[in-house]
């Protein structure tokens, strides 16, 4: 899978809009991307993912670059609970074997909501 | 609203034992996988279960093994424990395998070997 480029850590006031930033220069014409979140102590949760047009779900938006070289997660109004370890990651359609199955978490962003 | 339940949350072994962490959702999804979670390291995919009946290797195999028991169940089981297998582990499960499906995941197993 290509690879993710994500700040480490952001910051947002409560019930404040949060825009984080994905950029994934390499990326082909069949990667999706997928944003997933991890709470303290909780398994990873799927946030949302798309493939070329903006798509927008009852947890976020997630806004695609025209030439898909970078996306944004957004966060309409963040809440204490929105506090989180976020991840983009890119999802292949082709190849074969395991790496094709795989989720491949890197480091992510480390999202702090002030009160 | 169970969606990937595991079990136990917690386990303390010894180097040798054994034990079968459980799986199971209730989403009725095709596709099953394993995933252990170390500091620094992010996840690792250990088998996954593409569809009922089938299991596969996935990065870090060695050590353990896996059951399909039925399409809500997944089983992964180590023989003898090590602690280099002293990990958070994860369950998840999709519709089916694919770019453009969603993995849910559960809370976790929190597995300490000693």
């Known amino acids: 899978d290509a690879k993710t480029t994500q700040p480490n850590s952001m910051e947002s006031n409560e019930e404040e809009p949060v825009h984080l930033p994905c950029n994934h220069s390499?990326?082909?014409?069949?990667?999706?991307i997928h944003w997933y979140r991890q709470l303290p102590s909780q398994g990873p949760e799927y946030v949302i993912h798309?493939?070329?047009s903006n798509v927008n779900n009852r947890m976020a938006s997630l806004a695609i670059a025209e030439d898909r070289k970078s996306s944004t997660l957004i966060l309409h109004r963040a809440t204490l609970r929105d506090a989180a370890v976020y991840y983009c990651?890119?999802?292949?359609?082709?190849?074969?074997?395991?790496?094709?199955?795989?989720?491949?978490f890197g480091k992510g962003t480390k999202l702090s909501v002030i009160p | 609203n169970a969606g990937v339940t595991q079990t136990p949350k917690f386990q303390v072994l010894k180097t040798g034992q054994s034990m079968t962490l459980q799986c199971a959702q209730d989403?009725?999804?095709?596709?099953m996988y394993w995933y252990r979670q170390d500091p620094g390291m992010g996840l690792r995919l250990i088998y996954y279960?593409?569809?009922?009946?089938?299991?596969d290797k996935g990065e870090v195999p060695n050590g353990y093994n896996v059951s399909r028991l039925n399409k809500r169940e997944f089983s992964l089981r180590l023989e003898s424990a090590a602690p280099s297998q002293t990990s958070v582990y994860f369950c998840?499960?999709?519709?089916?395998?694919?770019?453009?499906?969603?993995?849910?995941f559960g809370d976790g197993t929190r597995l300490s070997i000693l």
């Open positions: 990651i890119l999802k292949t359609g082709g190849g074969s074997g395991a790496g094709s199955y795989q989720l491949t």
């Open positions: 390499t990326i082909s014409g069949t990667d999706y």
């Open positions: 989403m009725n999804h095709n596709s």
């Open positions: 998840a499960s999709s519709p089916r395998t694919g770019p453009n499906q969603p993995q849910h």
């Open positions: 798309g493939l070329t």
């Open positions: 279960s593409a569809s009922e009946g089938t299991t």
